[in-house]
């Protein structure tokens, strides 16, 4: 019993066993990373890993997604441009506030997580991708339509020849007239009659001008 009374005496006389300080580990806990070590020596993340945390805790906005719009081979109208801007600018605003906050942390794009890397770039296509289909929407055009088949003008008489109506010479059959256009009318003859033909052809600069 004496020595188990001494012992016993001993335990209660021993100074208590030193504590951690709580505040050499503060912000050293990082919830779900799963990645870095929260609790390094010394208590305090490094920057770089400090940073990589925060980046991770960012979520990605729900409203930063794929807009998918075949643009028509049409004119649209400046209703349906606005319309289009209204319907994908909160979109446009998410992602760009995620990059903001990606590149508020990150100087080189280098040291920026690959997991959050993707999510950023992801964000940057999006962008880009709603400004072509805005672009491509305010360019579109109709296609261009065929020509039309130009209707025979009969001009001249049965002499074999075509007045000119722009002050040059006559033109005979196979010869060009060129109009104060600059369109080449074709000289055509049969039967003793002569007509001249628009040919649609832009080619020529001086009116009255007869080519073969």
């Known amino acids: 019993m004496d020595d188990l009374a001494t012992d016993v005496e001993a335990f209660t006389k021993a100074p208590d066993a030193p504590r951690p300080d709580p505040a050499e580990h503060e912000g050293c806990e990082v919830k779900g990373s799963g990645t870095y070590n929260p609790c390094l020596k010394g208590g305090k993340l490094p920057a770089s890993t400090d940073k990589a945390a925060k980046a991770l805790a960012i979520p990605f906005p729900s409203d930063c997604r794929y807009h998918p719009y075949e643009v028509e081979q049409r004119h649209y109208s400046r ?23 990606i590149e ?55 002499s074999g020849s075509c007045s ?41 600069t001086q009116p009255g001008a007869v080519v073969r």
Request: with cysteine.
């Open 79 to 101: 209703a349906e441009l606005d319309a289009y801007d209204r319907r994908t600018s909160p979109t446009e605003k998410a992602c760009k506030a995620y990059m903001a906050s």
């Open 104 to 158: 508020g942390l990150f100087t080189n794009r280098d040291d920026i997580p690959p997991e959050v890397l993707t999510k950023f770039d992801t964000a940057h296509t999006i962008t880009v991708s709603l400004l072509a289909t805005y672009a491509s929407m305010a360019m579109a055009a109709p296609p261009p339509q065929s020509r039309p088949t130009p209707e025979p003008a009969p001009i001249a008489s049965g």
């Open 164 to 204: 000119n109506p722009f002050g040059g010479r006559a033109a005979t059959h196979g010869e060009y007239i060129c109009s104060d256009q600059g369109e080449l009318q074709a000289c055509q003859c049969s039967g003793g009659s002569c007509e001249i033909v628009l040919t649609g052809w832009i080619a020529c």
